[in-house]
């Protein structure tokens, strides 16, 4: 990746184009979570381009956007319906990444799903005979009201229920420190102020 190494110094905002922001984050994906097979795919569509991360359990959605963040060219405001762009430093060097916007997809393998519907019947104390991974994956369990015997109402449907048991469970509890993320910090946008510092 010499383009990463080699950015001009002293000149106007380098742009990366959305294939080698791709490749930037390959690298920071392998640094922070060794082992995990992620799926890096890039999109081009008119007035812009995305890049789509996939994986399977290992860490969570949260935990991986605390990498990725940062290398997003771009924002979006619903409330104006305004588009507009964010920057950062690489090295100390103004840089505009390429990919508009980074959207991460975890995926759930069996016996995750299947220790989350675990966890929820133990939870709620549920009657009703256990689904299994497949009846999830189906939304079969969208039916079964975890609520009906147990004691805390405030929760949902045990489809609703699982889904929130497999988003919070991390099977990646410490994820490592990334020298190529390290080298990136928030610069600003041409909009609302944001800070995001620099990662640990």
């Known amino acids: 990746m010499g383009t990463i190494t080699a950015l001009r110094p002293n000149k106007e905002r380098e742009y990366l184009p959305v294939t080698e922001t791709a490749q930037i984050l ?10 995990i097979k992620f799926a890096v795919k890039t999109k081009k569509y ?5 890049i789509r991360i996939e994986w399977t359990d290992g860490p969570t959605v949260a935990q991986v956007k605390d990498y990725t963040q940062v290398f997003e060219g771009a924002y979006f405001d619903s ?16 840089v505009h990444f390429g990919a508009d916007f980074i959207f991460e997809n975890r995926d759930h393998g069996e016996a995750a799903i299947t220790e989350a519907i675990d966890t929820v019947w133990s939870k709620y104390g549920v009657k009703e005979d ?3 991974a497949h009846d999830y994956n189906q939304g ?3 039916g079964i ?12 449907g045990a489809q609703t229920e699982i889904r929130k048991a497999l988003t919070e469970r991390t099977f990646y509890p410490e994820p490592k420190k990334s020298p190529t993320r390290n080298r990136v910090t928030f610069a600003g946008e041409n909009g609302y102020s944001k800070s995001m510092g620099t990662h640990i």
């Open 26 to 35: 390959r690298r920071v994906l392998k640094e922070a979570f060794p082992g």
């Open 46 to 50: 008119s007035g812009g381009s995305s």
């Open 79 to 94: 409330m104006t319906d305004y588009k507009g762009h964010q920057y950062a430093l690489f090295d100390g060097q103004p």
């Open 130 to 132: 256990k689904p299994t």
């Open 140 to 142: 079969l369990t969208w």
């Open 145 to 156: 009201a975890v609520f009906a015997n147990s004691t805390n109402y405030n929760c949902d």
